[in-house]
């Protein structure tokens, strides 16, 4: 009853919905719309890549599978050099830097982690 019940519900199932960001400062720009019928979804996202580059992504799926269009437009952005991202230079967790960096020597640990049920 309960299967019988779940397949009447997503043969009617419809939605809409949509939503965009857009941060300049941060230069981070996404977008996602999306319309569901029945068993068929319909749907198109966007964002910038940190190249620059705006990546579109078309898709439809349904009880046939999946399928996508990606189409990529480089340099629909130029990306400040502030909001690239650089190397962690700072503190690592739980590495001390007086004990490898004075001495010259390494040490190395190794821990096992397990999870019982």
Known sequence: EEERINAQQSANAQYNYEYKVGDDDKQT????????????????YNYVDPTGSLVTVNYQA???????????????????????????????????????????SSSSSSSSLSQSD
């Open 62 to 104: 349904g009880p046939m599978g999946y399928t996508e269009t990606r189409e990529v437009t480089e340099g629909a952005v130029k990306i400040d050099a502030r909001n690239i991202p650089q190397p962690w230079t700072g503190p690592l967790a739980g590495v001390s830097s007086s004990s490898s960096a004075t001495s010259g």
């Open 29 to 44: 720009y996404i977008s996602h719309k999306e319309a569901r019928n029945g068993e068929n979804v319909e749907g198109s």
